[in-house]
């Protein structure tokens, strides 16, 4: 019996994309979860899209929000709040969506790369967070911000601190998402090749 | 919002037509600073989709959360430029986003789905495999309820010990389960002799 490894690995790469997609969309299915220290209860979906770059690199990262988008803007009610369809790429919020591909793009990029490529499990966490600062919340925002200003006709300004009200959760959700990352790397060796 | 019951005269125009209006007249809609063309476009917009049967239920919550967005967006136009140019930009807005919610209402699942493989066809030329893509959408659509329901035992457990609001203890158990429904069904695919890589045999 002779084992075809290439499409092996396609195989699982498939599977891992579309299971990670559909976490990122279950995140998205359930109630926000409130916390007593951010006024506003935060939903795990960018935690998701964050994780689908750090856990499964750059490219499968990518595929995993990708998928997460097109479903989205097909019709189907997955981003958080049961929302769905082509409104939300035209309207307000809509940058954000194309941020989160380049976001788990570049998170992956930067764990496959750099991170992980260290051992010291203190260089890795402050790697690691760097990495998950600059493509889960700068990169986002990059996209994000600009095309709300373009969308609604404020000026960069008025869009970059109306999006301040996010930050607190986002950043919070970049350590957990670091931290989840570099647990779950340990358990699985030879996850990210 | 997926618009499997419309049977307008929307619904069976093409979507790749639809959707290319749609950007051709968001890129017009920019180039307009009359408000007064953009309140007759907007009410053309509305005729549209009552003449389209749309369903408006579904557009309820999206048009609140939108309205209070552009409350806000209105004040603070008004007060940083003038409110003329506030209302244009309203207006603008709001056609918009009618206007996708129109192609969005009047397009099946499928179709979308059809227009995306179209647009993203020549990604063939970088190596992407349309069946590929075609089979990981599928599946993830497969897995969501499956998921939804990890995600669901997870928060209750660790709601049990007294952590349900903590992200971090409720993504570890997630994650690690899901890569497990993972490895599991990769396994069991191939176990079936499942070749991805070609559909003809």
């Known amino acids: 019996m002779s084992i075809n490894t290439a499409s092996t690995s396609q195989t699982r790469n498939t599977v891992y994309v579309a299971v990670f997609a559909a976490m990122i969309a279950a995140m998205g299915l359930l109630p926000p979860i409130t916390l007593g220290i951010i006024p506003v209860p935060i939903t795990l979906q960018t935690l998701g899209v964050m994780l689908a770059g750090a856990l499964l690199g750059p490219w499968r990262g990518a595929l995993a929000s990708s998928v997460v988008v097109i479903l989205s803007l097909a019709g189907l009610p997955l981003l958080a709040g049961g929302r769905g369809g082509l409104g939300i790429l035209f309207g307000p919020t809509g940058g954000y969506l194309v941020g989160w591909i380049f976001g788990s793009l570049v998170i992956g990029a930067l764990f496959k790369y750099w991170v992980l490529r260290n051992e010291n499990k203190t260089v890795r966490f402050i790697t690691g967070l760097f990495s998950v600062l600059v493509g889960g919340v700068a990169v986002i925002y990059l996209f994000g911000v600009p095309w709300t200003a373009v969308v609604t006709g404020l000026d960069l300004r008025t869009s970059l601190i109306g999006s301040l009200g996010f930050l607190p959760g986002d950043i919070l959700k970049a350590v957990v998402t670091t931290l989840v990352a570099l647990t779950v790397h340990h358990s699985y060796r030879g996850l990210m090749k | ?201």
């Open chain 2, 1 to 201: 919002m997926i618009a499997s019951k419309n049977r307008s005269y929307l619904a069976r125009i093409r979507p790749g037509w639809k959707f290319g209006a749609l950007l051709v007249l968001s890129i017009g809609l920019y180039l307009i600073n009359s408000w007064l063309i953009l309140l007759s476009i907007i009410i053309l917009s509305v005729v549209l989709l009552l003449t389209a049967r749309v369903d408006f239920k579904q557009l309820r919550m999206p048009l609140l959360s939108l309205a209070m967005i552009l409350s806000v967006v209105f004040i603070l136009l008004g007060l940083q430029t003038d409110w003329t140019n506030a209302v244009v930009s309203v207006l603008r807005l709001l056609t918009m986003c009618l206007l996708a919610y129109s192609v969005s209402l009047t397009t099946s699942f499928d179709a979308m789905l059809e227009l995306f493989q179209q647009v993203a066809s020549p990604l063939r030329f970088i190596g992407a495999n349309p069946a590929q893509i075609a089979l990981g959408l599928s599946m993830t659509i497969r897995f969501i309820p499956e998921l939804k329901k990890v995600y669901l035992e997870v928060r209750e457990a660790q709601h049990a010990r007294g952590l349900g609001n903590n992200p971090l203890a409720v993504s570890v158990p997630l994650v690690i389960r899901s890569l497990k429904i993972a490895d599991e069904t990769a396994e069991a695919l191939d176990a079936r002799g499942y070749d991805s890589a070609s559909y003809q045999r």
